[in-house]
């Protein structure tokens, strides 16, 4: 399924609004899972810093690796994942089946859009 120009642009800008915030619920995850402040310190850093260096080597548009499609979405259910288990652990499970939802009908639109504009035999 091909989308239309203006909500191919639309749903690639939501795509990048998701991967921010999934970067900073994590942060804000690490934040709260340790009570020494330099404890947390490091996990607010690790936890989106592990999460952005997978993403970057595997998922992102210009990744290192070109890996099969299938890894791609599997590296992208783990972030994302990630980001909805954090809002579970940190009290929000409204948000966290909203930022769920939101990032599963995101990429089963980008990964349709992109199988559509791939030209057969490629």
Known sequence: M???AP?????EG???????AALAVLAWWGWEAA???ALRLLCAVAAPALAAVVWGLFAAPRAR???PLGVVLLVKALVFGAAA?????LGRPVWATA???VALVNTALATADRRA???RGV
Request: charged share 15%.
């Open 35 to 37: 009570e020494n402040v």
């Open 85 to 89: 288990a954090a809002l579970l652990a």
């Open 117 to 119: 504009r791939v030209p």
């Open 2 to 4: 091909k989308l239309p």
């Open 99 to 101: 930022f769920g939802l």
């Open 7 to 11: 909500l191919h642009v639309c749903n």
């Open 14 to 20: 939501l795509a990048f609004l998701l991967e921010l």
């Open 65 to 67: 690796f070109r890996v």
